[in-house]
């Protein structure tokens, strides 16, 4: 097993297989050269004067849908990530642009604070611009440029990860406690772009290590990471479905939550129990069973000895979050059910809000090519589409990039 040390050392981002084209796979390489030229060919400017952040996308490896509710998680960061890189301007202006969609937008800055939201991806900028008002930190001209290589609305903490990396090019080095810039990162999602998420994404875009898990305490925010094992690979799985009404699905499930606390009369979930959860009434009962056994299954996760141990926990994970949770889809089902049947798997379940998105498929890493090839080919041929396949390595928290 390679040192911790070793594993910090390692530069991630220099090279990344986003995914495949007409069969053949092709790399992007962002390195953080190439990420200001592309900064200085659309924005102009010479020399050392455009900054690069990143902040990392996320998996969970145990733990879903247990944040907002005071739980336990243990979720990995990516070595897919959002970039974003900043200059300055003489306009008065905050000007972006998107590589992934080619949008640009621009405010004045005076304007930022009475801005409405566009229900797009621009939002999460403004929002986070707000609450850096808000908490009273001045936000400059600036021309900002987003680029992203974890997919977006996978499942795989994109939105957090963009509105890290915007905070961090916001501040453009003056300095922010991390649970500061955690709980304004939160912040900015719940109030502006208005969704009630939790906050596992934005903790672990900040205070993963690399090569590790991140076994994170919802009700305390402190946390503990542990080695993950190479012999174990990680990879996420892209139903390529992608639902509308999958944020009001999650909004729902957070009230249905909130409903079942609200008639236990206890401050959280994390406090219920399985014979409380009996007394509640038959439709919040499977919503409030999902979080209390999941909660035991983050704790037996940590506990497990052997990988395939810690596979089953993830089985019966994906049937808790589909028949207790109702969070699954016929996609995501399809990909657990091809894993259990691929050899070399350990285990499989869906990860992030789910309703569309990924799996997290726990991979013996002499078995990966092999599982690659079967998972491809089985869901091609189960759904007529081509899935989306990350090998992801546990990766470092945000900062930015020399
Ligand atoms: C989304 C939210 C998180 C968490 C997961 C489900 O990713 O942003 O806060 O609730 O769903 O575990």
Same mark, same amino acid.
């Given at each position: ?124 900028? /403004?929002?986070?611009?707000? %609450?850096?008002?808000? @908490?009273?930190? !001045?936000?400059? *001209?600036?021309? #900002?440029?987003?680029? $992203? ?116 009369? /206890?401050?959280?979930?994390? %406090?219920?129990?399985? @014979?409380?959860? !009996?007394?509640? *009434?038959?439709? #919040?009962?499977?919503? $409030? ?114």
């Amino acid at each position: 097993m390679v040192s911790r040390e070793e594993l910090l050392s390692r530069d991630y981002e220099r090279t990344r297989r986003i995914g495949r084209s007409k069969g053949r796979e092709f790399a992007l390489v962002l390195t953080t050269e190439s990420l200001r030229d592309a900064h200085r060919r659309k924005w102009g400017g010479s020399g050392g004067d455009v900054a690069v952040y990143r902040a990392p996308g996320r998996i969970t490896l145990m733990g879903e849908h247990t944040d907002y509710t005071g739980g336990l998680a243990l979720p990995v960061a990516l070595d897919l990530a959002c970039f974003v890189t900043r200059s300055k301007n003489a306009s008065g202006e905050l000007r972006v642009v998107s590589e992934n969609n080619g949008e640009e937008r621009r405010w004045p800055i005076s304007a930022l604070p009475v801005v409405r939201p566009m229900q797009d991806w621009s939002d999460y900028i /403004v929002g986070v611009a707000k %609450e850096l008002f808000r @908490a009273g930190y !001045a936000v400059e *001209p600036a021309n #900002l440029r987003v680029q $992203a290589t974890v997919p977006v609305g996978a499942g795989l903490g994109s939105s957090a990860a963009l509105t890290v990396a915007t905070a961090l090019a916001l501040l453009d080095g003056r300095s922010m406690e991390p649970l500061e810039l955690i709980r304004l990162c939160r912040r900015a999602e719940n109030r502006f772009v208005g969704v009630p998420c939790g906050v596992m994404d934005p903790y672990v875009a900040v205070k993963a290590e690399a090569g590790t898990m991140l076994a994170l305490d919802c009700r305390t925010l402190e946390n503990r990471t542990a080695l993950w094992p190479e012999e174990v690979a990680i990879y996420a799985v892209d139903s390529m479905v992608r639902r509308e009404w999958g944020r009001s699905a999650y909004r729902q499930r957070v009230a249905e939550c909130a409903a079942a606390e609200a008639a236990l009369g /206890v401050p959280s979930l994390r %406090e219920a129990t399985l @014979a409380q959860v !009996a007394t509640l *009434p038959e439709e #919040l009962q499977g919503r $409030a069973r999902h979080v209390v056994t999941e909660n035991a299954r983050v704790q037996a996760f940590q506990a497990a000895r052997t990988a395939a141990e810690r596979g089953e926990i993830c089985y019966a994970s994906h049937a808790s979050l589909r028949d207790d949770y109702a969070a699954s889809c016929p996609g995501l089902d399809t990909l657990v059910e091809l894993a259990r049947g691929i050899e070399g798997v350990y285990g499989a379940r869906m990860t992030g809000g789910g309703f569309g998105g990924c799996t997290v498929n726990l991979v013996d890493s002499a078995a990966a090519p092999q599982f690659e090839e079967a998972i491809r080919e089985g869901f091609a041929k189960a759904f007529g589409v081509e899935p989306g396949v990350y090998r992801v390595a546990p990766s470092a928290g945000a900062g930015p990039q020399l």
